[in-house]
């Protein structure tokens, strides 16, 4: 059973407009939530943390936005720009889960010229 | 080095054979992870070790997937026997901040993907 979801594989946005991703949760333990951005043939890099404390977390054009009521989670881009142009993983620590994170599947964003 | 760096970028196997990924973690990071990755899914725990305690191989789909991390340094995931749905792309991370002291910042090596013919 997925304890960390996202919903949407894939998402498609203009450049310069705003991109959403969203992940869902199911394990209220959870302290920290990650966002990683992997390229194709690359290993996922790290892009912006919450701490389960938090409500927001701002770096540059992205923002991690944590709804603990609703186990939600969200990353905003804007602009978004072309080499943004990647799949985002939503992953979270802490909860029983030990050292490791604990992955959603995956967002695909495609950002257009 | 710069990064985490893993061997061999491809490993193309028959099944019933065995194979050994290597993974050369950031030096000085005392976490080591193994995650895989298969077509479609995200990534999937599957072994983790922190300093000289003893590793959490929970993650570990069967008893043909083993791994041991020498002067806690290198880490060698070992798979015996592979199958077909061994089939993925293996991912180790390392990390210098141990779990529960803060977040959890994973530094990722490029993968190997590994096919079972």
């Known amino acids: 059973d997925q304890q960390v979801k996202q919903n949407s594989p894939s998402l498609s946005v203009q450049e310069g407009r705003i991109s959403i991703l969203n992940c869902d949760y199911t394990?209220?333990?959870?302290?920290?939530f990650l966002w990683y951005k992997k390229y194709p043939a690359e290993g996922p890099t790290f892009l912006i943390s919450?701490?389960?404390?938090?409500d927001k977390n701002e770096d540059g054009r992205f923002t991690v936005f944590l709804n603990k009521s609703a186990k939600h989670l969200s990353l905003h881009i804007v602009p978004s720009q072309p080499g943004d142009s990647a799949v985002y993983f939503c992953?979270?620590?802490?909860?029983?889960?030990?050292?490791?994170?604990?992955f959603g599947k995956g967002t695909k964003l495609s950002v257009k010229p | 080095g710069a990064g985490v760096s893993q061997s061999p970028s491809n490993k193309v196997t028959e099944k019933g054979k065995d194979v050994e990924l290597r993974c050369d973690p950031i030096?000085?990071?005392?976490?080591l992870y193994w995650y895989r990755q298969s077509l479609g899914q995200g990534l999937e725990f599957l072994i983790y070790?922190?300093?000289?305690?003893?590793?959490?191989k929970s993650g570990l789909p069967s008893d043909r997937f083993s791994a041991e991390r020498t002067g806690g340094s290198v880490s060698t995931l070992t798979i015996q026997r592979t199958q077909q749905e061994d089939s993925a792309v293996y991912l180790c991370?390392?990390?210098?901040?141990?779990?529960?002291?803060?977040?959890?910042?994973?530094?990722f090596g490029p993968g190997t993907r590994l096919t079972v013919l």
């Open positions: 992953a979270a620590s802490g909860g029983g889960s030990q050292g490791n994170l604990i």
């Open positions: 394990n209220s333990m959870f302290d920290y």
């Open positions: 991370a390392s990390s210098l901040v141990p779990p529960g002291t803060g977040y959890n910042e994973q530094f």
């Open positions: 030096s000085g990071h005392t976490a």
């Open positions: 070790f922190q300093g000289n305690s003893a590793p959490d």
């Open positions: 919450i701490s389960s404390i938090k």
